[in-house]
């Protein structure tokens, strides 16, 4: 079977952060990757969109290549690891992608990197959960249901993602698939769109892939990159 690389945002990690897409097993070679951070045991290491793009690739390799699908800040790696490697890259799913990188100049990126930069250049001065705190309320408006504990250090030690030196991939088939919420991951898919992807906005908020209509995105436009790798 062709494998299908999945690589989950922030939260929830590993097989727990595609619930609908777990569906996909019995028809793909699934991996659900877990990132650099989201360790499952011991203290979390700090955030590394480089080796977990190495990582993905190295997941391909021993197959001849095959789909990466990935959620948030995972799409940074996903697309990291489809620029140093396209022959084992053979599409891109890319949900709600956090590649501020490629945006950093365009209105509502900028007006996102103006909000949340001022809080990780002050970070190493922050305890973990005031950090989570902080970064939960510049977000929502409210500080309630952020993180603690460990899932704060982990969220405190992660890369922010417009630090990735992204550039645009050539020849990668590409989805992106958005929850229509949020102007700053609507521009980044517009963007995407400008350089050949296509672009599917699904309801589900940060999350469209837990929706039908978002998994049903997902899993038709894998199905379409099997068809045309067999055709």
């Known amino acids: 079977m062709t494998r299908v690389v999945l690589v989950h945002g922030s939260g929830r990690a590993g097989a727990a952060a595609w619930p609908e897409q777990r569906l996909l097993a019995g028809r793909y070679d699934c991996l659900f990757l877990r990132r650099r ?4 045991a011991g203290e979390p290491e700090a955030g590394d969109a480089e080796a977990d793009a190495a990582s993905i690739l190295e997941h391909l390799a021993g197959t001849g290549g095959g789909h990466v699908v990935a959620h948030s800040a995972g799409a940074v790696s996903a697309l990291l690891a489809a620029v140093r490697d396209p022959r084992l890259v053979h599409s ?6 956090a590649a501020f990188s490629l945006t950093r100049d365009l209105p509502a990126t900028a007006r996102h ?17 005031a950090f989570a705190h902080r970064f939960t309320q510049l977000l ?27 550039t645009i991939v050539p020849g990668v088939p590409t989805l992106v698939v958005t929850g229509g919420w949020e102007p700053v991951y609507e521009e980044v898919a517009t963007f995407l769109v ?17 929706t039908a209509e978002g998994h049903a995105a997902i899993a038709g436009f894998l199905a379409e990159r099997q068809a045309s790798a067999a055709a």
């Open 113 to 129: 990197l103006a909000t949340l930069a001022p809080l990780y250049a002050e970070r190493d001065r922050l305890s973990a959960d």
């Open 37 to 40: 951070g989201w360790e499952t």
């Open 92 to 97: 891109l799913t890319l949900i709600e992608p």
């Open 140 to 166: 929502t408006g409210q500080g309630d249901g952020a993180p603690t504990g460990v899932d704060a250090r982990r969220l405190q030690r992660q890369q922010p993602p417009w630090e990735a030196p992204l």
């Open 194 to 210: 400008s350089t050949g992807a296509c672009h599917v906005v699904a309801p589900g908020g940060h999350r469209p892939h837990d």
